[in-house]
């Protein structure tokens, strides 16, 4: 119990920090978004804590964020009110649908991405065969409507959803937690059921809400009328899919934070797949697919830099060949023969990696793994 009080403590006050530091890059609608995930964590605190004192600190603060949110909210909306009324409000809906949702198809290929058999496995499973047989995926057999991909940030969650999108002839949402939540908010929830529609006319269909913790956390009294809403219509929309199983539409969810997601929105994603961190053979790869056309030293021994890896995301090993690739170049500038068109920077070699290695450290921590891997062994299902 203990180690999930530390980790929700630990979890208000990163996403508090990084909302600050949102707001002062002027990223309001992020801003917004770390701020609600604070907010989240605090009231669980608030439920779980038994130290009055301490309670009291936790409610002055989510008030504190609280009312910073509204403010904020005020200032997105300024910058990008609408009004809809009448008969101009379906096609305004749309466009503002096809605003806050991309709809596209995305170039990742299960090539780009390494290792993460298991989910790759269970997302052919739950995804890609019934859309590509549906005559098979009939009664008992019904097909998954809402499937969570969840782990620590930066482990390739978001590239196996880009990667299913491109290897079924479906069209593919990608809805943007913040957008939804900020600029549109008021809006959202007719957004959200007008992409609903939208999804339903051009099945197949899959709408990918990416940092789906947003929308899907725990609903409260307290909240913002409008956030209220849009959660009640999201989950109304997904209880509509389960009623319809020959629709062939179904929402994929990713999330770095799954213990934020409200239980009600949990049990409507049945079937959910942990992305853990990259595996020795996986880190491996991982180097190779960051170093393709680059030209590398004979003396770079990939066994050893997955064994001084470990622990490190999909993400930080990306950072880190960037920066020990990013070394010659440095060099070729610091000799003054960058602006010499046949001066060629000299091939990267162990030493950039271990040089690196002192720069780039793992950004998720033992102790925040654990906590994945507990939810992992409650609620995965794949
Ligand atoms: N298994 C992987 N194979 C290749 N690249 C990876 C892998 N996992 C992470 N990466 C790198 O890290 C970046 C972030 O991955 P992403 O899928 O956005 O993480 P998540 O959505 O889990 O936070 C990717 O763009 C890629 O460069
Ligand atoms: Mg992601």
Redesign the pocket.
């Known amino acids: 119990m203990s180690a999930s009080i530390d980790m929700l403590r630990e979890m208000a006050s990163s996403n508090a920090k990084m909302a600050i530091k949102m707001e002062r890059k002027g990223n309001l609608d992020e801003a917004i978004v770390y701020y609600y995930r604070a907010i989240t964590a605090l009231k669980k605190l608030i439920k779980m804590e038994e130290r009055k004192s301490i309670r009291k600190i936790y409610e002055d603060r989510l008030k504190q964020y609280a009312k910073r949110v509204l403010e904020l909210l005020d200032m997105v909306k300024r910058d990008s009110t609408v009004k809809i009324s009448g008969t101009e409000e379906k096609s305004e809906l749309r466009r503002m649908v096809k605003e806050a949702i991309l709809v596209e198809k995305p170039d990742v290929k299960w090539e780009?991405?390494?290792?993460?058999e298991r989910a790759k496995e269970a997302l052919m499973e739950a995804v890609i065969w019934p859309l590509k047989r549906p005559d098979l995926f009939k009664g008992s057999r019904r097909p998954w409507k809402g499937v969570l991909l969840f782990?620590p940030?930066?482990?390739?969650?978001?590239?196996l959803a880009k990667a299913v999108a491109n290897s079924v002839n479906a069209t593919f949402f990608i809805v943007d937690s913040s957008v939804i939540l900020s600029k549109w908010l008021g809006e959202s929830e007719k957004i959200v059921k007008e992409l609903f529609r939208m999804a339903r006319e051009k099945q197949p269909a899959i709408i990918f809400i990416d940092e789906v913790d947003a929308i899907a956390s725990a609903r409260s009294v307290n909240e913002h009328d409008a956030i209220h809403r849009v959660k009640t219509v999201l989950l109304a929309e997904m209880d509509g899919l389960y009623a319809k199983p020959d629709e062939r539409l179904l929402v994929i969810g990713?999330t770095?934070m799954p213990e934020l997601i409200d239980p009600a929105f949990r049990r409507r994603f049945e079937k959910r797949i942990y992305?853990p961190l990259?595996s020795f053979d996986?880190r491996k790869e991982?180097f190779k697919?960051?170093l393709q056309g680059v030209n590398i030293s004979d003396d770079i021994d990939f066994n050893k830099l997955a064994e001084l890896t470990e622990g490190y995301?999909?993400?930080d090993i990306?950072l880190l060949a960037r920066e020990a690739i990013m070394r010659p170049i440095r060099e070729l500038a610091r000799s003054g023969l960058l602006d010499q068109k046949d001066a060629k920077p000299r091939p990267v070699r162990m030493e950039d990696f271990i040089a690196a290695l002192k720069v780039i450290r793992p950004s998720v921590s033992k102790k925040e793994i654990i906590k994945y891997e507990q939810w992992a062994r409650m609620f995965s299902s794949g």
């Open positions: 780009d991405i390494a290792d993460l782990g940030p930066g482990c390739g969650k978001t590239l990713a770095n992305v990259p996986a991982i697919i960051h995301t999909g993400h990306a």
